[in-house]
């Protein structure tokens, strides 16, 4: 049977939602130009927490796109890095990337457009679209 994202119990879905996850594309991103330690990782993408990073990392390892290194020494060190699958990756997250800061004015334009719309609407046409 082929892979069909379309369906929910489809696996193809789970790596959607994994390689779509806005934290694993700014993690990927970040390991682009090559291994990095946690706290780096933790350093460079603003606003993700320790848990959200760690989740996040364990399912890149879990899915075979991240490699987990530790290092003997005092104290531990571990090192992050992409696989050979993880960097097939980087021209879909860097294009998307792209996209989002080329088109960002765009899209806060048109945030405002609609919300200035939605304003002028009868207020009980706004109250039954929520």
Known sequence: MRPDP??????SRQVIDRIGDRWSVLVVLTLADGERRYGELAEHIDGISQKML????RGLERDGLVTRTVHASVPPRVDYALTDLGRSLLDLVSGLEAWATTHLADVQA???????EVLRRP???R???R
Do not use: E, I, N
């Open 127 to 129: 109250a039954s679209r």
């Open 54 to 57: 760690t989740q996040t990392l």
């Open 123 to 125: 207020t009980t046409a």
């Open 110 to 116: 048109a945030r405002v457009r609609y919300d200035a």
């Open 6 to 11: 379309f369906q929910r119990d489809c696996g």
